[in-house]
């Protein structure tokens, strides 16, 4: 399924960089792709990583073929330019969203393809959390930080949810939420943003219409080189957007105000949330 969105615009036999696929490759070389990975791990660190998840098999995780340095840059570090470059729940990782779009852009041969597969906030452990800021985006660029901050790490951990005890769910879905840190949890969370590592969490907040016009805005404001060619609405808790350089607007490219209204009726779209009773506190 996902494979049939991002090739909507994309060749399935040109070349592929995907982004940090660990062991759940979406173009494997295994299934004939001419793909390549990058990551920050090597497959012998991705294997010591994901050890204790579950449903994970060492088989899952192919060869990195390009282990990106501490603070690297993946243009610089990678040669290779591809026909297609795919992020499969990467961006909202990221520091720097408008770093790393024009990062993946300097990674495109001419008529390339940026495919990004992104978790719709609406239907995971982001639920409760406000969707990200155009101002906040731009900041970010304008200050760029190597690692997420405390402030991240506090806004991600107390709001993380829980929904019938999984992260992520469909739509129309119906149970209770709970909580997934308790303020212990959360301070201690925070507080590892001080140290020396990165520390891994969704930065960026997204519904789909909300990111269509966020990259919108950052084009028309040139902040990004690359417009939306093709889109795909929320499919179990992900939606899908793939990207092209362009310089203008199309014909059939909405209109701004359109995109305004679609991403404010998402707001309406959100269920009206139902608790799980509070387990009492431990008297001892």
Request: aromatic content about 8%.
């Amino acid at each position: 399924m996902r494979r049939q969105h991002l090739f909507a615009t994309a060749d399935p036999s040109g070349s592929a960089l995907e982004i940090g696929p660990a062991h759940n490759g979406i173009l494997r070389k295994r299934d004939g792709y001419d793909s390549r990975t990058v990551d920050y791990l090597d497959r012998a660190g991705l294997i010591e990583k994901y050890k204790a998840h579950e449903n994970y098999s060492p088989d899952d995780i192919e060869d990195v073929d390009y282990v990106l340095p501490p603070g690297a840059k993946m243009a610089d570090v990678i040669d290779d330019r591809f026909d297609l470059v795919l992020a499969s729940h990467v961006i909202e990782h990221t520091t720097s969203l408008i770093d790393f779009l024009n990062e993946c852009t300097r990674l495109l041969r001419p008529g390339g393809v940026l495919a990004l597969v992104v978790p719709d906030h609406r239907y995971c452990f982001d639920r409760f959390r406000e969707r990200s800021s155009l101002g906040s985006v731009v900041d970010a660029a304008l200050h760029p930080r190597a690692v997420h901050t405390v402030g991240t790490l506090t806004e991600f951990s107390i709001n993380a949810v829980k929904h019938r005890g999984t992260t992520s769910w469909a739509p129309r879905h119906r149970g209770a939420y709970t909580f997934a840190h308790s303020p212990q949890d959360v301070r201690r969370h925070a507080a590892s943003a001080l140290g020396d590592g990165y520390v891994d969490v969704h930065h960026w907040v997204f519904s789909p219409h909300h990111l269509r016009l966020m990259l919108r805005d950052l084009a028309d404001l040139g902040y990004v080189e690359v417009r939306e060619a093709y889109w795909h609405d929320t499919i179990g808790h992900e939606f899908f957007v793939n990207l092209t350089v362009r310089s203008e607007l199309g014909p059939d490219d909405p209109s701004r105000q359109e995109l305004v209204t679609l991403a404010d009726a998402e707001l309406r779209s959100l269920d009206v949330p139902v608790w799980e009773p509070a387990t009492p506190p431990d008297a001892s």
